[in-house]
T-cell receptor, first 112, second 112 residues
Framework: DAEITQSPRHKITETGRQVTLACHQT?????MFWYRQDLGHGLRLIHY???????NKGEVSDGYSVSRSNTEDLPLTLESAASSQTSVYFC???????????FGPGTRLTVL | DQQVKQNSPSLSVQEGRISILNCDYT??????FLWYKKYPAEGPTFLIS?????DKNEDGRFTVFLNKSAKHLSLHIVPSQPGDSAVYFC???????????FGTGTRLTIIP
């Protein structure tokens, strides 16, 4: 069955370290998204991609970057982790056929 | 500026009764609305959607109502079941745009 996976599921890191969160989907969807979920804020869009080599900033993109070298993967990199980036991160994918976004299980990131 | 608002952080409903979750939006360009359900330690899952050309959409126990003039939508669950206990997110999208804007979520608890 097609699916969307995220790794790691849990990560603890230190302030200033570079961290990369993986997202892999086997739906063959063109669109991929990264969100963070924080209490009182719901899900906020970090970055998104509409296809290979395409990346765009979302509403909370500062301190994050993404790259899209193939259809299946959209890794999210925190260049220099900050305590404010402690959150739960969700990856999602979609295309015009599905007309909705399918989410991965999430990565809980703690920055100490 | 919160373009999608869920003003009730939590809601408790007796099993078998109707649950009504509310959502307001401010962006008049939104033309497609979705509800997602989220269990702890899992990613959000799509529940039901509605296009702005409709005012009601039903799927089994779930019905979404859209009042465009009031910029308000609601999700009705009837009858409510214990498995419906979860956080519910309202989301909106504007025409030609695959990005979703999410509300802050409402935690629904069904009391047996």
């Amino acid at each position: 069955d097609a699916e969307i996976t995220q790794s790691p599921r849990h990560k603890i890191t230190e302030t200033g370290r570079q961290v990369t969160l993986a997202c892999h989907q086997t739906w063959n969807h063109n669109n991929m998204f990264w969100y963070r979920q924080d209490l009182g804020h719901g899900l906020r869009l970090i970055h998104y991609s509409y296809g290979v080599q395409d990346t765009n900033k979302g509403e909370v993109s500062d301190g994050y970057s993404v790259s899209r070298s193939n259809t299946e993967d959209l890794p999210l990199t925190l260049e220099s982790a900050a305590s404010s980036q402690t959150s739960v991160y969700f990856c999602a994918s979609s295309d015009v056929v599905t007309d909705t976004q399918y989410f991965g299980p999430g990565t809980r990131l703690t920055v100490l | 500026d919160q373009q999608v608002k869920q003003n009730s952080p939590s809601l408790s409903v007796q099993e078998g009764r109707i649950s009504i979750l509310n959502c307001d939006y401010t962006n008049s360009m939104f033309d497609y609305f979705l509800w997602y359900k989220k269990y702890p330690a899992e990613g959000p899952t799509f529940l039901i959607s509605i296009s702005s050309i409709k005012d009601k959409n039903e799927d089994g126990r779930f019905t979404v109502f859209l009042n465009k003039s009031a910029k308000h939508l609601s999700l009705h669950i009837v009858p409510s079941q214990p498995g419906d206990s979860a956080v519910y997110f309202c989301a909106a999208r504007d025409f030609g745009n695959e990005k979703l804007t999410f509300g802050t979520g409402t935690r629904l608890t069904i009391i047996p």
